[in-house]
């Protein structure tokens, strides 16, 4: 049989997990072309570092099932090659009465999803696990972790090279098309050709699908996720992960305090919707950006449906005391002094015509060009076995 030769977009994790499992599993020859100078620039190096257990999710989608398979290749992975991986646990706290019949679908959908070790807690027993909180009930995952997502991708990326792949820095894929035989690609200044192609392209995806003819319904809609981080006194009032109960309507879980391998202590993010698809701040302003998110009837439509939302949401990244207000629901030993503004990541998040916000992860597969469309948190997590989805998914290979 004769070798073959893919195409991937993209070197965040969920890329070189893509080029992993080809070169390793499947004995092809991979490069893996980044617009970037370097790998995981972009959602994998800014991010909360959550290994999610899988409560959230609708049972039976994608997300629940990935995500769950993920955890599992993650732990052992990060076992085997000496990568960070600690179950410091999470609790998902209802801090008003109103957010019970919340918290028990939680822990509902957590057990209909198989996740290991669930416990509801009363607002007593709750402070055994996290004693600076408080609440009126919570939900404990012990089992929920946290790692480096940006160390396991360059581990991905060794391995790649180290199986006779290539990962091409400095390599933006500017055109594509499908041949006979497969696709041909221009990368930066240089001609490629594969017998076929895998975009994992983040918030370039859309725009990866528009070389393509494919762009369809979807389009990607930044938003930005703002930090805050505790300082050295306040970092103790934080053990592991502390959640509140996430809005139904929206796929962010909403501000969270989350201790992070390097011990520091995050509070975010937050979600507001960025001007341009790399916007990491107020400031940036892509106007070519902004023309095709508003250009799109689905980010009206998103508007029209979400404005308070939005309007809440631009305040509490104006006003640090909104930021504070929310942390201090879950955490009231917070003071104002104790959130030193950092940097944040911004979200590709799938929008469809109809303004609606894409849950669940979705992947189209045209022929011998495959191309990931949605991947939003539990993206990190389930890198792995998203990966092996794809690869078992694609025709031919
Ligand atoms: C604020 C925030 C918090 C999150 N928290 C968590 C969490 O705690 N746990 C979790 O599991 N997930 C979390 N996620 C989600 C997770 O980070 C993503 O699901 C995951 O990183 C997606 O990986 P990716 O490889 O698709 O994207 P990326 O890491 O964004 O990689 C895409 C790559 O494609 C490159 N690219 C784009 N266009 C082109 C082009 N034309 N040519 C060449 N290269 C191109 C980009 O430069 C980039 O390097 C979070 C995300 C954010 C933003």
Not at 1 to 8: A, E, L
Not at 122 to 127: E, G, I, N, Q, T
Not at 285 to 304: K, N, Q, S, V, Y
């Amino acid at each position: 049989m004769t070798t073959r030769r893919i195409g991937v977009i993209g070197a965040g994790i969920l890329g070189l997990a893509v080029a992993r499992e080809l070169t390793l599993v499947h004995g092809a020859e991979v490069t893996v072309l980044e617009k970037e100078g370097d790998i995981a620039a972009h959602q994998t190096g800014h991010n909360s570092g959550v290994v999610h257990a899988g409560i959230y999710y609708e049972p039976g989608s994608l997300k629940a099932r990935l995500c769950r398979e993920g955890v599992g290749m993650l732990r052992e992975y990060c076992a085997e090659h000496a990568l960070p991986y600690d179950e410091v646990g999470k609790l998902v706290i209802a801090s008003r009465s109103a957010e019970r019949g919340g918290l028990r679908r939680i822990a509902e959908r957590a057990r209909a999803n198989g996740v290991p070790g669930i416990v509801e807690l009363d607002a007593v027993s709750l402070r055994d696990v996290e004693p600076h909180a408080i609440g009126v009930a919570a939900v404990h995952s012990p089992h929920t972790a946290i790692t480096d997502f940006a160390a396991v991708a360059r581990s991905f990326a060794e391995e790649v090279v180290a199986g006779g792949g290539r990962v091409l820095l400095g390599h933006p894929v500017r055109a594509m098309r499908e041949t006979v035989s497969g696709a041909e690609l221009i990368a930066g200044t240089r001609r490629f050709a594969f017998d076929g192609v895998i975009s994992c392209a983040g918030l370039g995806s859309d725009e990866v699908a528009r070389l393509t003819g494919r762009q369809g319904e979807l389009r990607i809609i930044p938003f930005r996720g703002e930090y805050y981080r505790l300082t050295e006194f306040a970092k103790d009032y934080v053990k592991g992960l502390i959640y509140p109960v996430p809005d139904p309507r929206y796929p962010f879980l909403g501000v969270h305090l989350t201790r992070r391998i390097d011990d520091e202590v995050l509070v975010g993010p937050n979600a507001v919707m960025a001007l341009a698809r790399e916007g990491y701040r107020w400031g940036v302003i892509r106007p070519g950006d902004l023309r095709e998110i508003l250009g799109f009837p689905g980010t009206w439509r998103l508007a029209r449906q979400h404005w308070k939302t939005g309007i809440h949401e631009v305040y509490g990244s104006l006003m640090k005391r909104a930021f504070l207000a929310a942390a201090r629901r879950y955490v009231p030993a917070l003071q104002s002094a104790d959130l030193v503004r950092t940097t944040g990541g911004v979200r590709a998040q799938a929008v469809d015509r109809g303004g609606r916000l894409l849950d669940d992860f979705a992947i189209d597969v045209h022929g011998k060009i495959t191309l990931i469309r949605n991947a939003p948190s539990p993206g990190a997590t389930s890198s792995m076995a998203i990966a092996r989805h794809i690869v078992n998914t694609i025709p031919k290979l």
